[in-house]
């Protein structure tokens, strides 16, 4: 088994068998080939995949890739239970109830789990379209298939050994937060940091404090089950020691889940570990969650019924009458000869018929279809161009987006209207500030911004 993750700054493979990781890779990538998780240059970067795996004489072209959560929407609801049948149809309606963006620019993903007789947990992920297409663009480039996709967060919530935990991982450019319950990730962030070149005190500050919002907001609507200070803590990637000497919880080594070469460093691939938890049994999993993200439209369709009926009957059909045709060789050869004969005739009749006219015909047939796809494609042109501006635009928005703010709706036509609710006021303004900050937008306003109830604020903002 072969598990690979793509950062922004570099990618990482190891190869499992069985509950032995045999090899781990790393290589690091030039800036600007993936951005926030999102592979931008798809032939350099499966030119990279490539020369890693050559390096390290990994052959396996079957993969299990992870995405990153930062343009992920992730979403907890309870349904009454329903019949097994009757679970799709509530699963997609719920998920277009608590999208904050038309499922139609997502690929979504979900799991049901019974919590009691009475009531479901449906645990649903949407992804932009584009991230995921280039993804596997990407992979299919580099030689490589993958029917088992999973984003960052969720793989690193399997390589805890406690039911109720925190799980941090920290990388270059961004960093990941999973809130666990009785092995149930119920909340997850992923975000970038506001610069590769912030220092490390300042990055373990970024993280520490998205931290306290994270569980504070958890706390907030789940006063009867709080976090508490007893929790246990896992911190992966850059910036372990730093950021654990800060921290008010108990922070614990990461688990041995799995069985590693000398060298090899746990911390590091903490991702892909995780990946490969997805498929590897290491007694009874802490977690209960387990979504394959990979969209149906890439997944081999199963063979149809007639197919293979077909099929069955061909066998069956050339069993009986085999031993005729061996009975008869000196037939068959004189019936093809005959038939090769016949078949050069009929050509020969078919070129000298109506060629000249059947060429006219379709070059003119030919000259209509150039027309008509010179009268469509300016059009087709500005509205490819117009799409990924949305898609660039939504991108921002959602992984600028503070964890203690909850997003309601989000259309999008002359400008891009947000609503939502947050705590307070600071909390709205600094997000329209970090907006603001990207530049790419021309204008960032709050149109609307009242205090519902203590502690809820609803607000509204338009950019331009």
């Known amino acids: 088994m072969i598990t690979l993750a793509i950062e922004d ?13 045999e ?27 490539k020369e890693l ?10 993969v299990i890739a992870s995405i990153s959560g930062i343009h992920s929407i992730y979403r907890v609801v309870n349904i009454p239970r329903l019949p097994g049948k009757m679970l799709a149809e509530a699963a997609k309606r719920e998920m277009d109830r608590v999208m904050p963006v038309p499922l139609s620019e997502l690929y979504t993903s979900w799991q049901a789990v019974p919590v009691s007789n009475m009531e479901t947990t449906i645990y649903m992920v949407g992804l932009p379209r584009n991230t995921i297409d280039a993804m596997l663009e990407t992979l299919h480039e580099a030689g490589l298939q993958s029917r088992i996709m999973d984003i960052k967060p969720l793989a690193l919530a399997r390589v805890a050994d406690e039911k109720d935990a925190i ?34 005190p300042d990055k373990a500050a970024v ?20 976090i508490t200070a007893s929790i246990a803590v896992f911190i992966s990637g850059e910036l372990r020691e730093t950021l654990a000497e800060t921290l008010d919880y108990p922070v614990k080594p990461l688990p041995e889940l799995l069985s590693y070469p000398e060298d090899f460093d746990a911390s590091e691939y903490t991702t892909n570990i995780g990946l490969a938890l997805k498929e590897v049994k290491v007694g009874k999993s802490q977690v209960r969650v ?75 047939q030919l000259e209509k279809a150039k027309a008509e ?81 203590y502690n809820e604020w609803d607000f509204t903002l338009a950019l331009k």
């Not at 937060?177 to 970038?192: A, Y």
């Not at 991108?395 to 987006?401: D, F, M, P, Q």
């Open 167 to 200: 799980i941090i991982n920290i990388q270059p450019a961004s960093f990941d937060i999973v809130i666990m319950i009785d092995g149930f990730p119920e909340l997850l962030r992923s975000l970038p940091f506001p610069s590769e070149s912030t220092s490390a």
């Open 53 to 62: 795996m050559t390096a390290h004489s990994i052959a396996e072209k079957q």
């Open 290 to 364: 387990n979504i394959n993200v990979m969209p149906e439209t890439y997944l081999p369709k199963p063979r149809p019924i007639i197919e293979i009926v077909s099929w069955a009957f061909i066998l069956v059909a050339i069993a009986v009458l085999g031993p005729l045709a061996i009975l008869t060789p000196q037939a068959v050869s004189e019936t093809l000869s005959l038939q090769a004969q016949v078949n050069s005739a009929q050509i020969q009749v078919q070129v000298r018929q109506g060629t000249k006219a059947a060429i006219e015909k379709l070059e003119a």
């Open 9 to 21: 700054t570099c990618i990482r493979i190891i190869e499992v068998k069985g509950k032995q990781v």
């Open 373 to 453: 796809r010179d009268t469509f494609q300016q059009p087709l042109d500005r509205f490819e161009a117009q799409r990924a501006k949305v898609n660039g635009d939504l991108s921002k928005v959602t992984s600028l987006l503070p964890g203690i703010i909850d997003l309601n709706s989000i259309s999008y036509s002359e400008s891009i209207v947000i609503k939502g609710t947050a705590p307070d006021e600071a909390t709205i303004l600094g997000y329209c500030r970090s907006l603001r900050d990207t530049g790419r937008f021309s204008e960032v306003t709050v149109s609307d911004m009242h205090e519902v109830e």
């Open 207 to 226: 993280v520490k404090e998205e931290l306290g919002r994270t569980v504070t907001f958890y706390n907030s609507s789940r006063k009867g089950n709080p």
């Open 23 to 49: 090899k781990a890779a790393s290589l690091p990538l030039e800036p600007g080939l993936v951005e926030d998780g999102v592979v931008v240059d798809k032939v350099t970067v499966s030119q990279r995949i």
